[in-house]
Antibody, heavy 115, light 107 residues
Framework: QVQLQESGPGLIRPSETLSLTCAVS????????WSWIRQPPGKGLEWIGY???????NYNPSLKSRVTILIDTSKNFFSLKLSSVTAADTAVYFC?????????WGQGTLVTVSS | DIQMTQSPSSLSASVGDRVTITCQAS??????LNWYQRKPGKAPKLLIY???NLETGVPSRFSGSGSGTDFVFTISSLQPEDFATYYC?????????FGQGTKLEIK
């Protein structure tokens, strides 16, 4: 069965670019869409965006100017870049399979933005 | 953006109870609604998709109904492993949004 695992720095400084990767195992990445979702501490879930296996993307308009999602089908992973971060970007970041129905999800990785 | 209003925000119940959570969309979303379960430190899990379809492998005590703006999620007989936070999510248009969650606690 497909499993996803997020990885990346747990602490970044304000104004830097957040970079996370999601490794996909147990299945091929070139047969679906792949999403990023986040949850700030004590708050609800926020959809960030998704990428098709062919590289097409859709982003949340509230983040669109700062977000890039990329996919590497040869290495079976996809990635998230979020530029110019502030404390408001502190959150648990999840990757998930699917473009509108998310299943399965990774366990999530906490990213803290602090100087 | 479509606002998803979940209620209650928290709920205390006992094993064996029937539990109902509602999710109201700020505009018509047809049946474009999913329900997820999240336990601390674990990956969120899809339970219901397209408002009423049970995901494969999910116990039949979970169910969903509704269309348009009003949706209901039900656990027919609570089990100890069901104590978690539940979220609804629409996908009618961009951006997709989630309800604020319902934390289900042991009474």
């Amino acid at each position: 069965q497909v499993q996803l695992q997020e990885s990346g720095p747990g602490l970044i400084r304000p104004s830097e670019t957040l970079s996370l990767t999601c490794a996909v195992s147990g299945g091929s990445i070139d047969s679906s869409s792949w999403s990023w979702i986040r949850q700030p501490p004590g708050k609800g879930l926020e959809w960030i965006g998704y990428i098709y296996y062919n590289g097409g993307t859709n982003y949340n308009p509230s983040l669109k100017s700062r977000v890039t999602i990329l996919i590497d089908t040869s290495k079976n992973f996809f990635s998230l870049k979020l530029s110019s971060v502030t404390a408001a970007d502190t959150a648990v970041y999840f990757c998930a399979r699917g473009g509108y129905i998310f299943d399965p999800w990774g366990q999530g990785t906490l990213v803290t933005v602090s100087s | 953006d479509i606002q998803m209003t979940q209620s209650p925000s928290s709920l205390s119940a006992s094993v064996g109870d029937r539990v109902t959570i509602t999710c109201q969309a700020s505009q018509d979303i047809s049946n474009s609604l999913n329900w997820y379960q999240r336990k601390p430190g674990k990956a969120p899990k899809l339970l219901i998709y397209d408002a009423s379809n049970l995901e494969t492998g999910v116990p039949s005590r979970f169910s969903g109904s509704g269309s348009g703006t009003d949706f209901v999620f039900t656990i027919s007989s609570l089990q100890p492993e069901d104590f978690a936070t539940y979220y609804c999510q629409h996908y009618n248009n961009f951006p997709y949004t989630f309800g604020q969650g319902t934390k289900l606690e042991i009474k």
